[in-house]
T-cell receptor, first 113, second 109 residues
């Protein structure tokens, strides 16, 4: 089983709908992240959390919200989806070691029509 | 602003050597990462450089020059499975990762 699990893996929805992407991890890491990836662009950080009581906005947080339900769970919500939120979304975790290496989930492909 | 530049696409031959360059301009520097991403999959960690010089890890090596804002990833003895995108990322003074758009590497037989 994957250490970082995202659900759903694929979702097609309509403009205006509320969508939640869920992420759970078994690595025991405190730090969790949500990124989106678009063709021709680098990964862009949406939100990050360094522990259960810590939530921080990333580069592109507008239109998104998050919830850190437990150390192992970090959910991303789109309250009212719009077509330019069509993208590949990745959850990632990291420990507090020297390198800060990120461990990514398998990705959630979201299409907003 | 902060910027990471790397070539969009490169092509190489199986068994050969390829060097993927990355130049960066960031607010501070706390390390440079290379990740590999196969099509439709998650990125996976390849290397981390924080000091100048070459880090070797099997067929893959990564070089850093902080004064030049430059890194490269060197892949030797290329295999078909090395066909993937290679992402360069720099950790800035706020410990935030700034990502390049990635280099798509195509390996031909």
């Amino acid at each position: 089983d994957a250490d970082v699990t995202q659900t759903p893996r694929n979702r097609i929805t309509k403009t205006g709908k509320r969508i939640m992407l869920e992420c759970s991890q078994t690595k025991g890491h405190d730090r969790m992240y949500w990124y989106r990836q678009d063709p021709g662009l680098g990964l862009r950080l949406i939100y990050y959390s360094f522990d259960v009581k810590d939530i921080n906005k990333g580069e592109i947080s507008d239109g998104y919200s998050v919830s850190r339900q437990a150390q192992a769970k970090f959910s991303l919500s789109l309250e009212s989806a719009i077509p330019n939120q069509t993208a590949l979304y990745f959850c990632a975790t990291s420990g507090t070691g020297d390198t800060g290496e990120l461990f990514f989930g398998e990705g959630s492909r979201l299409t907003v029509l | 602003g902060q910027n990471i530049d790397q070539p969009t696409e490169m092509t190489a031959t199986e068994g050969a050597i390829v060097q993927i360059n990355c130049t960066y301009q960031t607010s501070g520097f706390n390390g440079l990462f290379w990740y590999q991403q196969h099509a439709g999959e998650a990125p996976t960690f390849l290397s981390y450089n924080v000091l100048d010089g070459l880090e070797e890890k099997g067929r893959f090596s990564s070089f850093l020059s902080r004064s030049k804002g430059y890194s490269y990833l060197l892949l030797k003895e290329l295999q078909m499975k090395d066909s993937a995108s290679y992402l360069c990322a720099v950790m800035d003074s706020n410990y935030q990762l700034i990502w390049g758009a990635g280099t798509k590497l195509i390996i031909k037989p």
